[in-house]
């Protein structure tokens, strides 16, 4: 992810939430929206509609939601929850977030576990499989663009990408050796062109 | 499957998880691979068809992917038996996913907001993008292979590529395309 653009100090967001339960149902309607991955419902609702952040604000909020451990979109509603109500805010965005999902997510699969014996029932799974593959490859590669900025330059990043690529799908390293293998040197080499830049 | 679990099984199972939880950068499906090795591989608690229906239906569902992360809590549980189990394992490995990543994030997330012209941050930022974009093709690899056996695996890895390009190069709504994947598999033809 290439730096994010610092936020103009003057320019602020046109709005916030009014309230705590205001916080639970955006987030909640946010969440049920998204099929097959909540990020571009969130730009839409929350930057263009609601208005709760900036542009800016939300490009910079991203970096930090996507480099952050855990789940992407669930790191921005802690985020934006804890700036406006602190800590209360962060929770009941979270809940938000996945409370109505979660539901819906096991009651399809109580449904699928009644018919899963059925050769159908089997082949539309596969099928949906397929295409979430797709799907999950599809943000991988929209996020392309942005390496295009990156100070390692792009060598440095094709080989890293290449590497990591190899190490986790085809040598099945665990995570964390990835991480640590391939992450630490680059964490260095990217230090180290800051210095030059 | 019949399985039976320990109070030590399950303290292992949320321990794993809680363990996976601040390396889920790039986002909890990040986390599919090392699940894999670990809830099918090497522990057995799960089957092939279990795993990558987990991830299927999460993808179907509307919310964030994080979900199923639940679904292969909920199925550990329904595999030792009843729904109580089911609920046990649902919570343990969302409570054990989200708590590390979660505190963290909150902290942390306002400590880089103040330093986010620190070197050190840019640095870690930078280093990171490649890794994460990786993960991701990756993730997408390995969950392809694994749902592809033998039959049909030409026809279901174009399905596959298609909906990559499709969602990379177009606007169109991805419900049309889990819609297209489900009844093509449906027919039998993926």
Redesign the interface.
């Known amino acids: 992810m290439a730096v994010a653009p610092v936020a103009q100090d003057d320019e602020v967001a046109a709005a916030r939430p009014e309230s705590l339960s205001d916080l639970f149902w955006s987030f909640s309607l946010l969440a049920l929206q998204g099929f097959g991955g909540v990020l571009a419902v969130v730009q839409r609702e929350l930057v263009e509609k609601k208005r709760w952040l900036t542009l800016d604000e939300f490009v910079e909020d991203w970096a930090v939601a996507q480099i952050m451990p855990g789940p992407n979109v669930v790191n921005l509603s802690l985020m934006i929850g804890g700036r406006h109500f602190g800590i209360r805010g962060a929770l009941v965005a979270l809940a938000g977030m996945l409370t109505f999902p979660m539901v819906i997510v096991l009651l399809l699969a109580m449904l699928f576990a009644g018919i899963s014996d059925e050769p159908a029932a089997r082949g539309a799974l596969r099928g949906l499989g397929a295409v979430a593959a797709g799907l999950i490859a599809a943000t991988g590669l929209k996020m392309l663009p942005a390496l295009r900025k990156n100070t390692m330059g792009p060598t440095a990043c094709t080989i890293i990408a290449v590497l990591t690529f190899a190490a986790i799908a085809v040598a099945r390293v665990p995570l964390l050796g990835v991480l640590l293998g391939l992450g630490l040197p680059a964490c260095v080499w990217a230090w180290y062109r800051l210095g030059r830049a | 499957m019949n399985l039976v679990m320990t109070p030590s099984d399950w303290l292992a199972f949320f321990g794993h998880f809680l363990s ?12 599919a ?2 699940m894999h ?1 670990y809830l099918v591989d090497e522990r057995l608690w799960l089957s092939d ?1 279990e795993f ?16 199923f992360i ?2 292969l809590g ?2 550990v549980g ?1 595999n030792t038996g009843g729904y109580g189990a089911a609920v046990l394992g ?1 919570l343990l490995a ?1 409570c054990g996913v ?1 708590l ?3 505190a ?3 902290s ?3 400590w ?2 103040r330093n ?2 620190h ?2 941050v ?23 292979s694994a ?2 056996g033998k039959a049909h695996a030409g026809i ?1 890895w174009l ?10 190069r177009t606007r169109i ?3 049309w ?2 819609g ?9 033809w ?1």
Do not use: E
Request: charged fraction near 5%; charge should be positive; hydrophobic fraction near 60%.
């Open positions: 996976l939880s601040l390396l889920a950068v790039g986002g909890a499906i990040a986390l691979p090392d090795r068809p990558s229906s987990s991830i299927a239906l999460a993808q179907a569902a509307p919310g964030p992917n994080v979900l639940a679904l909920w199925n329904l649902m969302m989200l590390p990543s979660t963290l994030t909150y942390a997330s306002r880089a907001h986010r012209t070197r050190a840019r640095a870690f930022k930078l280093a990171m993008a490649p890794i994460v974009i990786a993960l991701l093709v990756a993730t997408a690899w390995l969950l392809a749902l592809y279901s399905l596959t590529l298609a909906c990559t390009w499709i969602v990379w709504h991805m419900l395309l889990l297209a994947g489900a009844l093509l598999g449906a027919f039998g993926v």
